[in-house]
């Protein structure tokens, strides 16, 4: 592990890093913002995880209906993911451009909605259903090789809103339409993934409702980065 002693990193950046393990002692942190996978986090000798997620909870019911067993309370989660999204949609139409936009070297509006493309034709399509089929073309997949721009994604597209959007309504009504029939049974059982090189190779052996959960996850977590950055836009243009 890298030791860094007495380093002034005053304003460091750390983007997608695993950070697994690291012992920050005797620091100075202020201001500091830390977003991503966080288990575990002991601060001055105080496991607050628990208390992060419990304010989470508290703020984003929906992520109890992710986390539920049961179908009625998955089934309304997707509802209420897909109608905080048809809200941001028509907050982003209000201000046409702005879903082109980025901070922080972040995806824009249209960009995150073109990586839940991607995540419902892997995730869903191939994980729950076991399709083999191509991936829509405008989605926008994990930057790691060779699946960046693998089984079907054309990264030279640039769809506009409305063609995004007309996508992302199709796989909803999929989705939903496949929540009202599914079992407990099915939920259960392991993960039809395709014995092929497609993304994600990390899904095999896991359970349909493992797979349903990445989805109904991402679909949470991307709409709050959404609505993060859009609100970072629109305060720096009241300036």
Same mark, same amino acid.
């Given at each position: 592990m890298?030791?860094?002693v007495?380093?002034?990193l005053?304003?460091?950046?750390f983007?997608?890093?695993?950070?697994?393990g690291?012992?920050?002692?005797?620091?100075v942190?202020?201001?500091?913002?830390?977003?991503?996978?966080?288990?575990?986090?002991?601060?001055?000798?105080?496991?607050?995880?628990?208390?992060?997620e419990?304010e989470?909870d508290?703020?984003h @019911?929906?992520?109890?209906? !992710?986390? &539920?067993?049961?179908? /009625?309370?998955?089934? #309304?989660?997707?509802?209420q $993911?897909?109608?905080?999204w048809a809200?941001?949609?028509?907050?982003?139409?209000?201000?046409?451009?702005?879903?082109?936009?980025s901070?922080h070297?972040?995806?824009?509006?249209?960009?995150?909605?073109r990586?839940?493309?991607?995540?419902?034709?892997?995730?869903?399509?191939r994980?729950?259903?076991?399709?083999?089929?191509?991936?829509?073309?405008?989605?926008i997949g994990?930057?790691?090789?060779?699946?960046?721009?693998?089984?079907?994604?054309d990264?030279?597209?640039? @769809?506009?809103?409305?063609? !995004?959007? &007309?996508v992302?309504? /199709?796989?909803?009504? #999929?989705?939903?339409?496949? $929540?009202?029939?599914?079992?407990?049974?099915?939920?259960?059982?392991?993960?039809?993934?395709?014995?092929?090189?497609?993304?994600?190779p990390?899904?095999?052996?896991?359970?349909?409702r493992q797979?349903?959960?990445?989805?109904l996850n991402?679909?949470?977590?991307?709409?709050?980065?959404c609505?993060?950055?859009?609100?970072?836009?629109?305060?720096?243009d009241a300036?």
């Open positions: 890298t030791r860094y007495e380093e002034d005053h304003g460091a950046e983007r997608e890093c695993d950070l697994t690291a012992r920050l002692i005797g620091v942190m202020q201001d500091a913002v830390i977003d991503g996978l966080i288990t575990n986090l002991v601060v001055n000798g105080v496991d607050v995880t628990e208390y992060v419990a989470l508290r703020r @019911p929906v992520r109890v209906l !992710i986390r &539920s067993e049961d179908i /009625a309370d998955l089934r #309304e989660a997707s509802r $993911l897909h109608s905080a809200v941001t949609i028509e907050r982003i139409r209000r201000t046409p451009g702005i879903e082109r936009r901070v070297e972040e995806w824009s509006a249209v960009q995150t909605m990586h839940l493309v991607f995540v419902h034709d892997s995730w869903f399509r994980c729950c259903l076991g399709s083999t089929e191509l991936f829509t073309p405008m989605g994990t930057t790691v090789e060779p699946y960046r721009e693998a089984h079907g994604l990264l030279s597209l640039d @769809p506009t809103l409305d063609e !995004i959007v &007309s992302r309504t /199709a796989q909803t009504a #999929e989705l939903e339409a496949w $929540l009202d029939e599914v079992t407990t049974v099915q939920l259960a059982a392991r993960a039809p993934v395709p014995d092929d090189d497609v993304w994600p990390y899904a095999r052996g896991r359970t349909v797979c349903l959960g990445t989805v991402e679909t949470f977590e991307h709409h709050g980065f609505v993060r950055d859009l609100d970072l836009i629109e305060a720096r300036e």
